[in-house]
T-cell receptor, first 109, second 113 residues
Framework: SQQGEEDPQALSIQEGENATMNCSYK?????LQWYRQNSGRGLVHLIL?????REKHSGRLRVTLDTSKKSSSLLITASRAADTASYFC?????????FGQGTELSVKP | KAGVTQTPRYLIKTRGQQVTLSCSPI?????VSWYQQTPGQGLQFLFE???????NKGNFPGRFSGRQFSNSRSEMNVSTLELGDSALYLC????????????FGDGTRLSIL
């Protein structure tokens, strides 16, 4: 079964708004990674947060990790039409990335 | 630095055939992992190679196999192809340890007729 479960499955917002995606997982992890995928293409690495970190920032991205609740969130601030894509969280369990079904984000101009 | 390169980008095969996919990791990366992506099952881990040895394995039948060469390039092979093997096969590389990002290639789209 999938370990990373994203919520919501789909999200539609206007340009300039913030987008928040949540992820839950089931077992202990080394780290958790977030990826973006545009239709039919490979995965683009966004950010890695280690199990002993609580928050990490990269540009317009903010990721949090709560290992006690086995959950993570990705916040994209001031979204742009180019952010339209599928977003996946991937808990890393001993080198295996365990993906969920992803969140489809649509940012309307 | 060049990214992860996968060849070919597209492949069409028929049931019962076998196929070999290739992955060249980012220069200096020693770990290569393979994933299968389908609409129904999503992204699933196949296996990981490090220093020419399989270090991790997912839950796929023995028809799926792989290897890694001394220059870290990797190949995966699928024998006796089935319709359900139609998928996007993605390769990812990382430097070494588990606390480093895995960087993906654009994948090989395999269609089985």
């Amino acid at each position: 079964s999938q370990q990373g479960e994203e919520d919501p499955q789909a999200l539609s917002i206007q340009e300039g708004e913030n987008a928040t995606m949540n992820c839950s997982y089931k077992t202990s992890i080394n780290n958790l990674q977030w990826y973006r995928q545009n239709s039919g293409r490979g995965l683009v690495h966004l950010i890695l947060i280690r199990s002993n970190e609580r928050e990490k920032h990269s540009g317009r991205l903010r990721v949090t990790l709560d290992t006690s609740k086995k959950s993570s969130s990705l916040l994209i601030t001031a979204s742009r039409a180019a952010d339209t894509a599928s977003y996946f969280c991937a808990p890393n369990q001993g080198g295996k990335l365990i993906f969920g079904q992803g969140t489809e984000l649509s940012v309307k101009p | 630095k060049a990214g992860v390169t996968q060849t070919p980008r597209y492949l069409i095969k028929t049931r019962g055939q076998q196929v070999t996919l290739s992955c060249s990791p980012i220069s200096g990366h020693r770990s290569v992992s393979w994933y299968q992506q389908t609409p129904g099952q999503g992204l699933q881990f196949l296996f990981e190679y490090f220093s020419e040895t399989q270090r991790n394995k997912g839950n796929f039948p023995g028809r799926f196999s792989g290897r890694q060469f001394s220059n870290s390039r990797s190949e995966m092979n699928v024998s006796t192809l089935e319709l359900g093997d139609s998928a996007l096969y993605l390769c990812a590389s990382s430097p070494e340890g588990y606390n480093q990002p895995q960087h993906f290639g654009d994948g090989t789209r395999l269609s089985i007729l």
